[in-house]
């Protein structure tokens, strides 16, 4: 039996000890691959960035003893992703891991998350992805912090491995994976749906327009209402790991008929 490749990239860049706790998960059920940036790339989104001469650098990492196969490409999250799928066309990975990323990404703010935006640059080229994150205070989102992934890695090795035996549910292209703080392998994991509010917030104590970008001050935690259904409560007032499933798909769920009714209303 052929031993599956595992693609394995993050926003947090090439040496970030959670890519690193990654590649340690992943070892055990296939040939791990990195493909990540050479340095931080926290909240690039999908964007498609990067210095126009960068190639893909070889890396020397190790898991478990043994040298593993990484390069890293001073770009955006998904651009790395992207290159590097582009100049090794033969390659055809079974599974592309983003992570693990340091905090969360939860609700409407996923659309700000390098690590979310590398998923899904793997799915739109057809390799089923996990986007692996793990709750840390926001002073973590750019500083290599020491901490405990033993059960992010639990966790990702565990969907990780229902993956790859049997790929992903029809329409399911990205399965996002939040692991509280504190968690533990015995922790439970929900089924949850992604929450349309924004989890993180960044506010400026006293707006004015010589404000700067960098006075604002970042601040996380559940909209008032939140839905037990939802990605954000699960983390943050259950406490229990939250895998949420997401599509390309990002038409609006509103009936055909009510839209162009609202639409011919408008004549």
């Not at 210095?51 to 040298?67: C, F, H, K, S, Y």
């Not at 939250?242 to 009714?261: C, H, K, N």
Request: glycine content about 10%; some cysteine; proline content about 7%.
């Amino acid at each position: 039996m052929t031993t599956p490749r595992i693609l394995l990239t993050n926003d947090d860049g090439v040496h970030s000890p959670g890519l690193l706790a990654a590649a340690e998960a992943l070892h055990p059920l296939g040939g791990v691959d990195v493909f990540a940036p050479l340095r931080q790339q926290t909240a690039m989104g999908r964007a498609q960035t990067g210095d126009r001469n960068a190639i893909l650098q070889q890396v020397e990492l190790a898991v478990a003893g043994a040298p593993l196969r990484a390069w890293a490409c001073d770009a955006s999250p998904a651009a790395t992703v992207g290159h590097g799928l582009k100049v090794m066309p033969g390659y055809a990975p079974a599974l592309l891991v983003s992570g693990i990323n340091y905090g969360e990404n939860l609700g409407a703010s996923i659309t700000s998350s390098g690590t979310v935006g590398a998923a899904l640059e793997g799915a739109c080229r057809g390799i089923p992805a996990l986007a692996v994150s793990m709750e840390t205070g926001i002073e973590s989102h750019h500083a290599y912090t020491e901490q405990d992934w033993s059960a992010a890695m639990h966790f990702l090795a565990l969907f990780a491995g229902m993956v790859l035996e049997r790929g992903l549910p029809g329409d399911v292209h990205v399965l996002k994976i939040d692991v509280p703080a504190g968690a533990t392998p015995d922790t439970p994991w929900r089924l949850t749906r992604l929450s349309p509010d924004m989890y993180y917030e960044s506010r400026l104590a006293v707006p004015s327009l010589g404000s700067r970008l960098g006075d604002a001050t970042v601040t996380k935690g559940p909209a008032p209402g939140e839905s037990p259904e939802t990605d954000v409560y699960a983390l943050s007032v259950d406490r229990v790991v939250s895998v949420t499933p997401l599509t390309l798909d990002f038409t609006a769920r509103t009936a055909f008929g009510d839209i162009r009714a609202w639409l011919d209303g408008g004549r």
